[in-house]
């Protein structure tokens, strides 16, 4: 351990000296990378002489014990030695966890695209219902949310619904959202109150820098057409709806919230950045190939990462084993309980493989 701290003390020294050059922010988002690096190892940096200095006090009690020779020498370094070592026991747990590769998409914004799956109607007003726990949840930690784009249904549902999330850490809390929701409940349309089983996807993507993705304007096809609303009405009589098609990969995203088709064709293509962004790192990650694909699935019930059942109030999170019985307060926006869940489970998962 002391080994590699020292090797990380070295790292990070030599950020500080590249980054107190004023050349290197000519190149801003390689200054914005060493920035990072260097953010990421400052917390270690930090604990590492208060871990040496245990670690020397250990071994200095241990060879006055194993001497032996003064008496009251050997009681002192028996009644210190055990407090320095759980000092030390914590200190080294949590210097594991801030040593783990830290992804650097963690701290930033979040593109979350909802759909609806198998279940019709119902389907859409879960999509709803995502949204909405989403928003509470945003709000609660002073995030702001933006809609991007929308499809509603005469039901009051969403057959599609994407919007950012602007707040430090979006998109690192979020990100295990994505797969497929299940929800279990009586539908408002059910006269014999059977229980129906729908289920929705959730897509959650780092939103990309302007510095990472270059949108290239021949490389992008771009169609106005007028907005619709629920039933084909028109939302407004002007073509300021807009599609844009990524050529080279076959990307489409489409904007219509917006009464101006330049702000539509601006979310269009955050959206589009988010996502050849996102098709980036996966490249780039064997681990991640399929993972914007698995969270999106097919929409069937049998896939799914968690299950809402109204009639018994109940999540549950079938990768973590985590059951609740406060759906009500979980629909609500209180997720805190749940992502914790899953980020200490990505955690131990993580710190198991890293060996560190």
């Known amino acids: 351990m002391l080994e590699k701290l020292e090797k990380l003390k070295e790292r990070y020294d030599e950020l500080t000296k590249e980054l107190s050059d004023p050349s290197v922010y000519a190149d801003h988002h390689r200054a914005a990378q060493l ?27 241990e060879e006055v ?33 801030l040593m783990l590769p830290k992804d650097e998409a963690e701290e930033r914004k979040a593109i979350v695209e909802i759909r609806a799956g198998t279940g019709g109607d119902e389907a859409t007003l879960f999509v709803a219902d995502l949204f909405r726990m989403y928003s509470h949840y945003a709000e609660d930690r002073g995030w702001k949310i933006e809609v991007m784009n929308s499809n509603p249904t005469e039901v009051g549902g969403y057959r599609e619904i994407i919007f950012g999330v602007e707040g430090k850490g979006a998109f690192g809390r979020l990100r295990f959202e994505g797969g497929v929701h299940r929800v279990q409940r009586v539908p408002v349309t059910e006269s014999a109150g059977r229980i129906h089983t729908s289920a929705v996807s959730v897509a959650v993507l780092p939103e990309a820098e302007e510095v990472e993705v270059n949108l290239k304007p021949e490389d992008l096809r771009v169609d106005v057409f007028r907005s619709s609303g629920p039933g084909g009405q028109s939302v407004n009589t002007t073509d300021s709806a807009v599609r844009v098609t990524h050529l080279p990969t076959g990307l489409t995203v489409s904007c219509q919230d917006e009464k ?47 299950t809402y059942n109204f009639p018994q109030n109940r999540l549950t999170d079938h990768r973590v084993g985590l059951t609740l019985y406060s759906l009500d307060k979980v629909m609500a926006g209180e997720l805190e309980e749940v992502i914790e869940a899953l980020l200490a489970d990505d955690r131990e998962r993580r710190l198991a493989e890293s060996g560190v």
């Open 65 to 97: 014990l194993a001497a032996g020779d003064d008496p009251e020498l050997v009681e002192l370094a028996e009644m210190e030695l055990d407090e320095l070592k759980e000092e030390r026991e914590r200190l080294e747990a949590e210097l594991k966890l």
């Open 260 to 306: 101006s088709q330049h702000k539509n064709k601006a979310k269009a293509l955050r959206v589009l950045a988010a996502r050849l962004y996102d098709l980036q790192r996966r490249e780039a990650d064997a681990e991640r190939a399929d993972e914007r694909k698995q969270m999106v699935g097919s929409g069937d019930r049998s896939e799914r990462i968690r």
């Open 35 to 61: 920035g990072r690096e260097q953010s990421h190892l400052q917390p270690i940096v930090k604990l590492y002489p208060r871990y040496a200095e245990l670690c020397a006090r250990i071994a200095d009690d």
